[in-house]
């Protein structure tokens, strides 16, 4: 029996960690914890959201620019939709308009690394 989701993992260009520390830690405000010691050395940082964990590891050729149609992607569930919009156009990150889905407004983006995120909020 699967009893929940501890992580996902995203993937950033070897060397571009601090600039994924900027953007997610920095501008999300999501917390970063330590890597366990047997895993420092592969680059990359842990972040923690509640129960959960967001991965972000490295590649040696990551290219996530060609992948405007892909559906894979990380959704965060907020507290405030029009904040994070705001927010997010403010700073010069274009907003993509999901398909509407019951009971949640959402919306999509692409983090500066090309990877797809989604903020969605339950409806009012």
Not at 62 to 68: A, F, L, Q
Not at 75 to 100: H, M, P, Q, S
Request: hydrophobic share 40%.
């Amino acid at each position: 029996m699967i009893s929940r989701l501890h992580h996902f993992q995203i993937t950033v260009p070897r060397g571009a960690e601090n600039e994924a520390r900027e953007f997610y830690c920095d501008f999300l405000g999501l917390k970063e914890i330590p890597k366990p010691e047997s895993l420092a050395g592969r680059g990359g940082f842990w972040l923690e959201l509640g129960e959960m964990q967001v991965h972000i590891g490295t590649e040696d050729s990551v290219d996530n620019s060609g992948r405007e149609l892909s559906k894979a992607h990380a959704a965060y569930l907020v507290d405030d939709l029009g904040f994070w919009r705001a927010r997010l156009e403010t700073n010069g990150v274009k907003i993509l308009e999901g398909v509407r889905i019951p009971g949640y407004e959402r919306f999509e983006f692409r983090d500066p690394f090309g990877n797809r995120v989604e903020f969605l909020q339950a409806a009012s």
